[in-house]
C-alpha cells in the first residue's frame, strides 16, 4: 500500500479496500487472472513502477534501463548460500549463447542485483566483484544493446527495495535446498507481482503450494536429494564432463575478466572445484544445479514473450499471498499461544 500505491488502488477497484487490514480478502482476485482488462491494467501498472526505477537508477546510479525488458531481479543479503554466483554464470551462459546463436526468440532482460556483504567476508565481496565484472563484460558488447544489460545496484537498501520489488518480474530465490530458513523477501515480491524463480527452498515451498507451481519456475535439487549426493558430490567431474559449466566457470581465471590482480576469481574457482579447509568442493551446490537453473530461467523468458498470460501468473501471486500476512501470523499466536483471544 505504501510503495506500490498503484497496484493497491487496482486491487481496491477490483474487490474493495478490506485486503488491506485482512490479506486475506486477496483470494478474490484470482477470477480476475483470466479477465483481459484486469490483465491490462495490471500490465499497466507493473510499466509504470518499472518507469519509475528507470527513472530513479539513472538518477542514482547514470545507467540507462530500458522499461520495455523484462526484469529479473535478485535483491538480498551477499552469501554464498544464497548463490548470486549462480546466477552470474547464468547470465554469462545467457551471453555466450546469444553470441554463438545457441540462444534464440530471447526476451530482452535486465538482470539486477542489489546486495551488501558482511565487511569481514572476503568471498562474498569477491562475487560482488565478479557481478561487476560481467555487468561490465555484457553491457560493453555492442551487440547486446537493445538484448540484455547487467546491474549490481550501489547501497541497497529499504528504499530501494521499494522501488525493485514493484518493477520485477522474474524473483529470483535460488538458495540451496535446505539453507533458507523462510525468506520475506520471496513474499514480498510474490505480493507486488512477480513470479518465483527458485529452488524448493524456504517460503518457496509454501509460495508455489498456494499460487500453483504452475505459475513460478522451480529447478534443483531437493534437500532429500542434496542429502543423498553427501560424500559422493562430485563437481570438477561435471564441470569436466560440460562445456557450457567450464565455460562460466574458466572466466574466474581465463582472463575473460578481471579482478585487479587480487586473487579474489581465482579463490571462487578453487572453492567450486577444490574446496577449503573449512568445506567440500561446490559446498552449495552451484554446477549441479547450474544447468536445471539455466533452462529455468530461459522457460520464463520464453514464456514472458505472451505478456497475457505471464501477467495471469503474476496476478495469481499476487492472490494467494494473504497468508503471508504478519497480521495473520500474530493473530494465530494471539489465539493458539497466548490464549488472548
Known amino acids: ?29 484470482a477470477p480476475y487472472a483470466g479477465d483481459p482488462a484486469a490483465l491490462d491494467a495490471f500490465l499497466r501498472v507493473k510499466r509504470q513502477k518499472k518507469e519509475q526505477l528507470c527513472a530513479f537508477i539513472e538518477a542514482r546510479e547514470g545507467v540507462r534501463l530500458s522499461p520495455d525488458f523484462l526484469f529479473d531481479v535478485q535483491i538480498k543479503r551477499l552469501h554464498e548460500y544464497k548463490r548470486q554466483l549462480l546466477n552470474a554464470f547464468s547470465i554469462l551462459d545467457i551471453y555466450f549463447g546469444l553470441q554463438d546463436g545457441r540462444i534464440r526468440d530471447f526476451t530482452p532482460t535486465a538482470f539486477l542485483f542489489g546486495a551488501k556483504a558482511a565487511p569481514g567476508y572476503y568471498r562474498a565481496k569477491a562475487v560482488i566483484k565478479f557481478i561487476n565484472e560481467v555487468a561490465r563484460l555484457v553491457n560493453s558488447d555492442p551487440d547486446m544493446r537493445g538484448r540484455m544489460q547487467v546491474l549490481f545496484v550501489q547501497n541497497y537498501n529499504v528504499s530501494y527495495a521499494e522501488k525493485l520489488i514493484p518493477a520485477a518480474d522474474v524473483s529470483e530465490q535460488i538458495s540451496t535446498a535446505g539453507t533458507e530458513a523462510s525468506g520475506t523477501g520471496n513474499m514480498k515480491f510474490m505480493l507486488n507481482g512477480a513470479v518465483t524463480l527458485g529452488t524448493l527452498d524456504g517460503a518457496n515451498i509454501e509460495i508455489v503450494e498456494r499460487a500453483g507451481i504452475e505459475n513460478n519456475y522451480i529447478f534443483g535439487a531437493t534437500v532429500e536429494e542434496i542429502a543423498a549426493l553427501a560424500g559422493r558430490y562430485n563437481p570438477r567431474a561435471l564441470y569436466k564432463s560440460d562445456m557450457r559449466i567450464q565455460r562460466a566457470v574458466n572466466t574466474l581465471i581465463d582472463g575473460t575478466l578481471d579482478d585487479g590482480h587480487t586473487g579474489m576469481f581465482r579463490e571462487l574457482y578453487a572453492a567450486l572445484l577444490e574446496g577449503a579447509s573449512w568445506h567440500a568442493p561446490d559446498h552449495y551446490f552451484l554446477l549441479h544445479d547450474f544447468i536445471p537453473y539455466c533452462d529455468a530461467r530461459l522457460r520464463a523468458n520464453r514464456d514472458y514473450a505472451d505478456r497475457a498470460a505471464f501477467a495471469g501468473k503474476c496476478l495469481l501471486n499476487v492472490a494467494h499471498a494473504g497468508s503471508f500476512s504478519s497480521d495473520r501470523t500474530v493473530a494465530e499466536y494471539a489465539r493458539d499461544i497466548w490464549g488472548c483471544v
Open 1 to 29: 500500500a505504501l510503495c506500490n500505491p498503484e497496484l493497491s488502488s487496482l486491487i481496491t477497484e477490483r474487490i474493495g479496500g478490506g485486503w488491506i487490514t485482512n490479506l486475506d480478502a486477496l483470494e478474490k482476485l
